[in-house]
């Protein structure tokens, strides 16, 4: 069955700090992964997509088929990144269904 | 932000009746999906539709049912039948299924009392 795992809950770095928020999923096919971030009081919105293969407010992610992992990283980590922050896999035949991790929530502390 | 809506923001029903959950769109998107959001458990989907007068149900659609007559608006209905509907519900779109982005609205906080 596709999973996404996200197996922290709750990540505190400093500021100015490395970050990587990890994400790992479960699927046969060639997948489509995603990072979405959720800010305080602010809608769920996309951060990130590994086809694009960009960099988002100094954000990377990097799809790695091995170990099929789609970890987050970014190398110095500021007080306004703290977010809960979601994986996501989307199944682009068949179901069409996106999947979600349970999330990470980062703090980054002054 | 606009573009997707959902009213309202709170909710409040008694125990046994049946509410009403309103999102509508207007990016012209294919797909729109809805989504139980809880504390620790992510997002999980209830229900979830490619195009007019056709949708699918989720991993947890007992106790849910949907409608999709237009292509701007996908209404959730949460029943009596639901044993635990006091959430967080999240309402989303994309151009089309599977393939891009979802667009999510604010959300609606529905509290069973």
């Known amino acids: 069955a596709q999973r996404v795992t996200q197996p922290e809950k709750l990540l505190s770095v400093f500021k100015g700090a490395p970050v990587e928020l990890k994400c790992n999923y479960s699927y046969s096919g060639s997948p489509e992964l995603f990072w979405y971030v959720q800010y305080s009081r602010q809608r769920l919105q996309l951060l990130l997509r590994?086809?694009s293969r960009e960099s988002i407010k100094g954000f990377t992610a990097d799809l790695n088929k091995g170990e099929t992992s789609f970890h987050l990283k970014k190398p110095f980590a500021q007080e306004e990144d703290s977010a809960m922050y979601y994986c996501a896999l989307s199944i682009p035949s068949g179901t069409y269904k996106y999947i979600f991790g349970t999330g990470t929530r980062l703090k980054v502390l002054a | 932000d606009g573009g997707i809506t959902q009213s309202p923001k709170y909710l409040f029903r008694k125990e046994g009746q049946n509410v009403t959950l309103s999102c509508e769109q207007n990016?012209?998107?294919?797909?729109m999906y809805w989504y139980r959001q809880d504390p620790g458990q992510g997002l999980r989907l209830i229900y979830y539709s490619q195009i007019v007068n056709d949708f699918q149900k989720g991993d947890i659609a007992e106790g849910y049912s949907v409608s999709r007559e237009k292509k701007e608006s996908f209404p959730l209905t949460v029943t009596s039948a639901q044993k635990n509907p006091t959430a967080f519900y999240l309402c989303a779109s994309s151009p089309t299924p599977g393939l891009n982005e979802q667009f999510f609205g604010p959300g609606t906080r529905l509290t069973v009392l």
């Open positions: 990016l012209n998107h294919d797909a």
């Open positions: 590994h086809i």
